[in-house]
């Protein structure tokens, strides 16, 4: 399912532009990457994207629908978003939590299935089933997060940051299990810090600079190309190898 | 003439306008256009001394109408002839009995009334001065709730549900007038000073107002206590022109036509606050005559009629005008931008 | 005597655990502070005056009904339109609504207090460890007991009570998962309904008369419950309200007489010291809903 941004405005309250004129394309079953500095925009065009803000110009279209048409179901078309807050409940369980991504569906049986799935991926999530969501760690609420945004069975997944913030060991974690998830055929849109993983894992990144400009994107190849990409990155992205160490 | 006036000051003259132009209708129209037009005057008071407070503070009170009960009470107890204040009040307790025996002008009856609601705004204070939001807007009902249980329980001091009799009648039109002047005035002086402008830049963020070392707790209780005063006088000033008045006129039904003025007109502007008194003041009476019949041919409508198009009313401004006619805008002021607060899109 | 005074405490507790649910439940859910909820057991309460002829539990059924009915209309009509409002704006909203539910029942059917008359049962008295005990105040304690123990099955057991906490925490978020927000908050307005219409059955038979007024005093006393127990969660605010029921009688027990009249300043006095001192409420965790 392809995702078609095009030279989208988003504008916060009267003055500050967020992102300016980003366009960008993310076809089916691709992983691409969006990277750059905080406050460069991505939040906000991820935001966009799930209709959560309203751009002030351009369009951004799911599987050649506009996000804004009155019809457009973000879950009829199988989008999911983990927000960078994450967005667990911390009144629910982790149960409550995870079967809260199945709330539409009837089906027990496949939702019990999916559930053992996510835990299977997730073994902590098991051990903590019937806890508060409030008292797991960082790393352990991004794992539920994501958990519970496969409970959708997406087509399309959006991940805000979900790296952030978490021990060295969480991280690795999770980029595996994105590039597992791609594995399984799922489209997805990653936010990234960490650009070097990023570009790593990804089929495609996306460079954006303050305020949601996009200065760059390709393979790593494609961007190390590129005098203001690498000016910006402060490395080169086909020497991958040496960057990471 | 405008050009020739200093910009900082049309505000209150335009205002100071609109006040004259209501008490010049008082004066040509009827006795009933003159008694609107005065409970419209005193309603300006009242609410350049409600808006003192939200306006420049952001904060919205359900609560100035207990200062204006004070004003009334006090007021009374300073212009009722001694005589019948002795037949009155035969049981008055100790501490309050000279009350039996003072007399004063109406000016000061006036002021006094200011003063003791200002005693009461300065004894809440301390806790309006850390409250925001929709913990203050609890906190001021609460004040509400506590001085009209006191004022309807004390039946020794104040008669309790019966009501207050006899007091001369004193405020006039052109009285109204001039205290309506004088209250846009203090109100304005305090707008522009540099207490309100920092109250203001509080309105709009208030965390960074605190962090540039704005002691926002104390510019918020200086406009309480100041509003306070203005909402006294303007209870003393309605006690003066009912000449009679029980304890039931101040409570939830006078908060509520409060709230539709300062609502309709924008909580966050003076302008908007008096020139919704106006408004809905004439508003007020209009449904008031429907109800009697006047335009339906004489047969009165059921009692209650005008308050549910008064609820109708606030309704639609609240969902189609939430910051009110003015916004955050004054009158006479051109270049300032509105500041009003842009709904932040939702951060998540 | 003792068992008297504690059958009654515990029922008034209960009440206003009652009461306060109603309105903390609207409040976490809507961010609204809901002065209208007073309406809503108005008119659960002129169901069981209209009703006073037909059987107690079919009255009791329509009072239900009629609750249910107006807090419905009254969130299609002025809360749905002004979803995401700042809560202060929807207080004000709330207070509209009140006044115009107010006035249309002063206007139609009940321009004056009308009696209705207790059921006979409710005035009799039983014994319970050798003191005479009224069974209205076992009926309240009993009555609204069960639908406190109902309400936390709902909220804390069933899909719905988890939707409900889940778009209370975070609608978007909730929203975003599948769950349906418009669903869930008309399901809070009910269930805010029935809980209205339990506390009018109370509240009836306890004054035995009924006016257009009469929603004033039990909206306030679920507001202060809630503001007591903290606003972030139901089982603080119902234990806020029954602290409260349970404060008052004891008050009523023993406070001297010509002082029970300032009862309501006192109350209201140590709500805004409560606000003062702990935002968040006396009985909640750290975390609070601020404005």
Same mark, same amino acid.
């Given at each position: 399912?392809?995702?078609?941004?095009?030279?989208?405005?988003?504008?916060?309250?009267?003055?500050?532009?967020?992102?300016?004129?980003?366009?960008?394309?993310?076809?089916?079953?691709?992983?691409?990457?969006?990277?750059?500095?905080?406050?460069?925009?991505?939040?906000?065009?991820?935001?966009?994207?799930?209709?959560?803000?309203?751009?002030?110009?351009?369009?951004?279209?799911?599987?050649?629908?506009?996000?804004?048409?009155?019809?457009?179901?973000?879950?009829?078309?199988?989008?999911?978003?983990? &927000?960078?807050?994450?967005?667990?409940?911390?009144?629910?369980?982790?149960?409550?939590?995870?079967?809260?991504?199945?709330?539409?569906?009837?089906?027990?049986?496949?939702?019990?299935?999916?559930?053992?799935?996510?835990?299977?991926?997730? &073994?902590?999530?098991?051990?903590?089933?019937?806890?508060?969501?409030?008292?797991?760690?960082?790393?352990?609420?991004?794992?539920?997060?994501?958990?519970?945004?496969?409970?959708?069975?997406?087509?399309?997944?959006?991940?805000?940051? &979900?790296?952030?913030?978490?021990? &060295?060991?969480?991280?690795?974690?999770?980029?595996?299990?994105?590039?597992?998830?791609?594995?399984?055929?799922?489209?997805?849109?990653?936010?990234?810090?960490?650009?070097?993983?990023?570009?790593?894992?990804?089929?495609?990144?996306?460079?954006?600079?303050?305020?949601?400009?996009?200065?760059?994107?390709?393979?790593?190849?494609?961007?190390?190309?590129?005098?203001?990409?690498?000016?910006?990155?402060?490395?080169?992205?086909?020497?991958?190898?040496?960057?990471?160490? | 003439?405008?050009?020739?006036?200093?910009?900082?000051?049309?505000?209150?003259?335009?205002?100071?306008?609109?006040?004259?132009?209501?008490?010049?209708?008082?004066?040509?129209?009827?006795?009933?256009?003159?008694?609107?037009?005065?409970?419209?005057?005193?309603?300006?008071?009242?609410?350049?001394?409600?808006?003192?407070?939200?306006?420049?503070?952001?904060?919205?009170?359900?609560?100035?109408?207990?200062?204006?009960?004070?004003?009334?009470?006090?007021?009374?107890?300073?212009?009722?002839?001694?005589?019948?204040?002795?037949?009155?009040?035969?049981?008055?307790?100790?501490?309050?009995?000279?009350?039996?025996?003072?007399?004063?002008?109406?000016?000061?009856?006036?002021?006094?009334?200011?003063?003791?609601?200002?005693?009461?705004?300065?004894?809440?204070?301390?806790?309006?001065?850390?409250?925001?939001?929709?913990?203050?807007?609890?906190?001021?009902?609460?004040?509400?709730?506590?001085?009209?249980?006191?004022?309807?329980?004390?039946?020794?001091?104040?008669?309790?549900?019966?009501?207050?009799?006899?007091?001369?009648?004193?405020?006039?039109?052109?009285?109204?007038?001039?205290?309506?002047?004088?209250?846009?005035?203090?109100?304005?002086?305090?707008?522009?000073?540099?207490?309100?402008?920092?109250?203001?830049?509080?309105?709009? @963020?208030?965390?960074?107002?605190?962090?540039?070392?704005?002691?926002?707790?104390?510019?918020?209780?200086?406009?309480?206590?100041?509003?306070?005063?203005?909402?006294?006088?303007?209870?003393?000033?309605?006690?003066?022109?009912?000449?009679?008045?029980?304890?039931?006129?101040?409570?939830?039904?006078?908060?509520?036509?409060?709230?539709?003025?300062?609502?309709?007109?924008?909580?966050?502007?003076?302008?908007?606050?008096?020139?919704?008194?106006?408004?809905?003041?004439?508003?007020?009476?209009?449904?008031?005559?429907?109800? @009697?019949?006047?335009?339906?041919?004489?047969?009165?409508?059921?009692?209650?009629?005008?308050?549910?198009?008064?609820?109708?009313?606030?309704?639609?401004?609240?969902?189609?005008?939430?910051?009110?006619?003015?916004?955050?805008?004054?009158?006479?002021?051109?270049?300032?931008?509105?500041?009003?607060?842009?709904?932040?899109?939702?951060?998540? | 005597?003792?068992?008297?005074?504690?059958?009654?405490?515990?029922?008034?507790?209960?009440?206003?655990?009652?009461?306060?649910?109603?309105?903390?439940?609207?409040?976490?859910?809507?961010?609204?502070?809901?002065?209208?909820?007073?309406?809503?057991?108005?008119?659960?309460?002129f169901a069981l005056y209209f009703f006073r002829d037909a059987p107690w539990l079919f009255a009791v059924a329509m009072a239900v009904v009629f609750a249910v009915a107006v807090a419905l209309l009254s969130e299609r009509l002025a809360f749905h339109p002004l979803r995401g409002a700042d809560p202060v704006t929807l207080m004000i909203a709330s207070f509209a609504v009140s006044l115009a539910l107010q006035s249309v029942a002063r206007m139609t059917v009940l321009p004056r207090a009308q009696g209705v008359p207790?059921?006979?049962?409710?005035?009799?008295?039983?014994?319970?460890?050798?003191?005479?005990?009224?069974?209205?105040?076992?009926?309240?304690?009993?009555?609204?007991?069960?639908?406190?123990?109902?309400?936390?099955?709902?909220?804390?057991?069933?899909?719905?009570?988890?939707?409900?906490?889940?778009?209370?925490?975070?609608?978007?978020?909730?929203?975003?998962?599948?769950?349906?927000?418009?669903?869930?908050?008309?399901?809070?307005?009910?269930?805010?309904?029935?809980?209205?219409?339990?506390?009018?059955?109370?509240?009836?038979?306890?004054?035995?008369?009924?006016?257009?007024?009469?929603?004033?005093?039990?909206?306030?006393?679920?507001?202060?419950?809630?503001?007591?127990?903290?606003?972030?969660?139901l089982r603080g605010a119902a234990l806020g309200g029954f602290i409260l029921g349970v404060g008052t009688a004891t008050l009523e027990a023993l406070l001297p007489s010509d002082l029970i009249a300032f009862r309501d300043a006192f109350l209201f006095t140590a709500l805004i010291g409560v606000l003062v001192v702990r935002p968040q409420g006396l009985l909640s965790g750290s975390k609070v809903r601020v404005s």
């Amino acid at each position: 399912m392809d995702l078609v941004i095009e030279d989208l405005y988003v504008q916060y309250g009267s003055s500050v532009m967020a992102v300016q004129g980003a366009s960008l394309v993310v076809r089916d079953g691709e992983l691409v990457a969006l990277i750059g500095q905080n406050g460069a925009g991505k939040s906000t065009l991820m935001k966009a994207v799930m209709g959560w803000v309203s751009p002030h110009a351009g369009s951004i279209a799911i599987g050649g629908t506009s996000v804004r048409d009155r019809a457009f179901s973000h879950l009829d078309r199988g989008v999911a978003f983990v &927000p960078e807050d994450r967005g667990i409940f911390s009144s629910l369980t982790v149960g409550e939590n995870l079967r809260l991504g199945a709330v539409r569906r009837r089906d027990k049986k496949a939702v019990a299935e999916d559930i053992e799935r996510e835990l299977e991926r997730f &073994p902590v999530l098991r051990r903590y089933w019937g806890r508060g969501a409030s008292l797991l760690s960082g790393g352990e609420q991004q794992q539920l997060a994501i958990a519970r945004a496969m409970m959708l069975n997406p087509r399309l997944l959006l991940l805000d940051e &979900p790296t952030l913030g978490l021990a &060295p060991i969480i991280v690795d974690l999770i980029f595996d299990v994105i590039e597992q998830l791609r594995a399984e055929g799922v489209t997805i849109l990653l936010v990234e810090q960490n650009a070097v993983r990023s570009i790593e894992v990804a089929d495609r990144t996306y460079v954006v600079q303050a305020p949601g400009r996009i200065i760059g994107s390709g393979t790593a190849a494609e961007l190390g190309a590129s005098a203001a990409v690498v000016d910006y990155l402060g490395f080169e992205p086909t020497d991958l190898g040496r960057a990471a160490s | 003439m405008m050009v020739l006036v200093p910009e900082r000051a049309r505000t209150p003259l335009i205002l100071s306008a609109i006040a004259a132009l209501v008490a010049v209708l008082g004066a040509v129209g009827g006795p009933t256009v003159q008694r609107v037009a005065v409970l419209a005057l005193v309603s300006i008071v009242f609410v350049a001394g409600l808006s003192t407070f939200s306006a420049n503070s952001g904060i919205m009170s359900f609560g100035h109408v207990a200062f204006m009960a004070l004003g009334a009470y006090t007021a009374a107890f300073l212009t009722i002839p001694a005589p019948l204040k002795a037949t009155l009040f035969t049981q008055l307790p100790e501490p309050l009995a000279f009350l039996r025996d003072v007399q004063s002008s109406f000016v000061v009856a006036v002021v006094v009334g200011g003063l003791v609601a200002a005693v009461l705004g300065l004894a809440t204070a301390p806790a309006i001065a850390r409250l925001t939001g929709l913990q203050s807007g609890i906190a001021t009902l609460a004040i509400l709730m506590v001085v009209y249980n006191v004022l309807s329980s004390w039946t020794s001091v104040t008669r309790g549900s019966s009501s207050m009799i006899g007091i001369p009648q004193a405020t006039t039109l052109w009285a109204a007038l001039g205290f309506a002047v004088a209250a846009i005035a203090v109100a304005w002086a305090y707008h522009s000073s540099r207490s309100g402008l920092q109250l203001r830049a509080s309105r709009e @963020d208030y965390w960074s107002s605190v962090a540039s070392g704005v002691a926002v707790g104390r510019h918020r209780a200086t406009a309480w206590v100041l509003s306070a005063f203005l909402c006294g006088a303007a209870g003393a000033l309605y006690a003066c022109f009912v000449t009679s008045f029980n304890v039931s006129a101040f409570f939830l039904s006078a908060t509520f036509g409060f709230i539709v003025m300062v609502v309709l007109g924008g909580y966050l502007s003076l302008s908007g606050a008096v020139l919704g008194a106006a408004v809905v003041s004439v508003l007020q009476e209009v449904l008031r005559r429907f109800q @009697d019949g006047q335009f339906t041919g004489g047969s009165a409508l059921p009692a209650g009629v005008a308050d549910l198009l008064l609820a109708g009313v606030l309704l639609f401004v609240l969902i189609k005008f939430p910051l009110g006619l003015m916004g955050a805008r004054e009158l006479g002021l051109r270049r300032r931008r509105a500041s009003v607060k842009q709904k932040e899109p939702v951060e998540a | 005597m003792i068992v008297d005074y504690i059958v009654s405490a515990l029922g008034l507790g209960a009440l206003y655990a009652l009461l306060t649910i109603g309105v903390a439940l609207l409040f976490g859910v809507l961010g609204l502070m809901n002065f209208a909820y007073g309406e809503i057991i108005l008119a659960a309460a002129f169901a069981l005056y209209f009703f006073r002829d037909a059987p107690w539990l079919f009255a009791v059924a329509m009072a239900v009904v009629f609750a249910v009915a107006v807090a419905l209309l009254s969130e299609r009509l002025a809360f749905h339109p002004l979803r995401g409002a700042d809560p202060v704006t929807l207080m004000i909203a709330s207070f509209a609504v009140s006044l115009a539910l107010q006035s249309v029942a002063r206007m139609t059917v009940l321009p004056r207090a009308q009696g209705v008359p207790p059921q006979d049962f409710l005035a009799q008295r039983v014994d319970i460890l050798g003191a005479r005990v009224s069974v209205r105040d076992l009926v309240t304690l009993v009555l609204c007991g069960l639908v406190l123990v109902a309400v936390a099955y709902l909220m804390g057991r069933t899909s719905l009570g988890v939707q409900l906490r889940a778009a209370a925490e975070n609608f978007q978020m909730a929203e975003s998962l599948g769950v349906k927000g418009n669903r869930v908050i008309a399901s809070a307005f009910v269930i805010a309904g029935v809980l209205a219409a339990v506390g009018a059955v109370v509240l009836v038979t306890r004054q035995g008369a009924v006016s257009a007024q009469m929603g004033l005093q039990p909206m306030l006393i679920g507001v202060i419950g809630a503001v007591l127990g903290g606003m972030s969660s139901l089982r603080g605010a119902a234990l806020g309200g029954f602290i409260l029921g349970v404060g008052t009688a004891t008050l009523e027990a023993l406070l001297p007489s010509d002082l029970i009249a300032f009862r309501d300043a006192f109350l209201f006095t140590a709500l805004i010291g409560v606000l003062v001192v702990r935002p968040q409420g006396l009985l909640s965790g750290s975390k609070v809903r601020v404005s």
